[in-house]
């Protein structure tokens, strides 16, 4: 009669530890299951990605680009301001970036939003100049001290770590031009909040304007 018994025992004890493994097993799986998939890489600087852009358009990796302005814009649809003609597009305001970059003497534009960017065949300065940012990305003047710092550099042709910055004014530029207009050029009227560079190179001084956006030399550099 014990016999019984016991097997009955025997068999609920079995079928817990089973259990208790499967729970076990279950839970292992559940758990790395649940683990975040990891984010891709932090993206690339829009300076970098609109000089690669366009370096691939010319098939010429080592190609010397100039980055002139990069302009935060909304996209009226999902050309993202290049529309080709007889294409439909989908009438969806996409925030981006408008690259205007400059080679052997061309100067090129770089329309960016999300993970897309090309070159579009538009003349360059016809976008910039018509649209005011909508969306605005946050940009220290940190960063546009660097920004200016690169581009005097690899003007003069030294190391970044030679040039200094002697000062940074705030300032509130009347228009699009940041103060420094170009000739025969027309640029919309609006304020602009920036600063006015001054940086050093070997006792020499050379004067950056900039937006929140973009750094421009003024007046325009001459080297020696």
């Known amino acids: 009669m014990k016999r019984p018994i016991v097997c009955c025992l025997l068999t609920l004890a079995l079928t817990s530890v089973s259990a208790c493994a499967?729970?076990?097993?279950?839970?292992?799986?559940?758990?790395?299951?649940?683990?975040?998939?990891?984010?891709?890489?932090?993206?690339?600087?829009?300076?970098?990605?609109?000089?690669?852009t366009l370096r691939k358009h010319l098939e010429d990796p080592?190609?010397?680009?100039?980055?002139?302005s990069?302009?935060?814009?909304?996209?009226?649809?999902?050309?993202l301001g290049c529309?080709?003609?007889d294409f439909l597009y989908m009438q969806v305001i996409t925030p981006g970036h408008l690259a205007v970059l400059r080679h052997?003497?061309?100067?090129?534009?770089?329309?960016?939003?999300?993970?897309?960017?090309?070159?579009?065949?538009?003349e360059a300065g016809e976008i910039a100049k018509?649209?005011?940012?909508?969306?605005?990305?946050?940009?220290?003047?940190?960063?546009?001290?660097?920004?200016?710092r690169a581009d005097l550099a690899r003007r003069l042709g030294v190391s970044a770590d030679?040039?200094?910055?002697?000062d940074a004014k705030p300032v509130v530029w009347q228009d699009l031009s940041l103060g420094c207009p170009e000739p025969g050029q027309s640029y919309k009227a609006v304020p602009v909040s920036g600063n006015v560079l001054t940086l050093t190179y070997h006792g020499r001084t050379y004067t950056y304007?900039?937006?929140r956006y973009r750094v421009m030399p003024c007046p325009p550099f001459q080297k020696d």
């Open 22 to 52: 499967s729970d076990a097993g279950e839970r292992d799986v559940t758990a790395t299951a649940a683990t975040p998939a990891a984010k891709p890489g932090a993206p690339r600087d829009l300076d970098k990605l609109a000089v690669e």
């Open 62 to 68: 080592a190609a010397d680009v100039e980055v002139l």
């Open 70 to 79: 990069i302009t935060p814009i909304e996209w009226r649809d999902s050309s």
């Open 83 to 85: 529309p080709r003609p």
């Open 104 to 122: 052997a003497g061309t100067t090129y534009q770089v329309h960016m939003a999300e993970k897309s960017a090309f070159v579009c065949d538009r």
């Open 130 to 148: 018509e649209s005011v940012p909508k969306v605005e990305v946050p940009v220290t003047i940190e960063r546009m001290e660097a920004l200016a």
């Open 162 to 166: 030679q040039i200094s910055i002697a």
């Open 209 to 211: 304007h900039t937006d």
